[in-house]
């Protein structure tokens, strides 16, 4: 009576929608990259300041 498509078809059918990625273009989400790139910066901060304190008080 109410036939509906399989979640598989579904997807199936949503993806075929989407357009194709651009070259080079890594994330197409933008709070995914948000997110990357502030935890990329916080571990970079991170390793400095340590860097920064051990050279301090074995110095």
Same mark, same amino acid.
């Given at each position: $009576? !109410? =036939?509906?498509? /399989? @979640?598989?078809?579904?997807?199936?059918?949503? $993806?075929?929608?989407?357009?194709? @990625?651009?070259?080079?273009?890594?994330?197409?989400?933008?709070?995914?990259?948000?997110? !990357? #790139?502030? !935890?990329? +910066?916080?571990? +970079? @901060? $991170?390793? +400095? #300041?340590?860097?920064? +304190?051990? $050279?301090?008080? =074995? /110095?």
């Amino acid at each position: $009576m !109410f =036939y509906r498509k /399989s @979640l598989e078809e579904r997807i199936a059918d949503r $993806m075929a929608q989407r357009r194709p @990625l651009e070259e080079g273009k890594t994330f197409e989400h933008g709070p995914a990259k948000f997110v !990357f #790139i502030s !935890f990329i +910066v916080i571990v +970079v @901060l $991170m390793h +400095v #300041i340590g860097v920064a +304190v051990a $050279m301090h008080f =074995y /110095s």
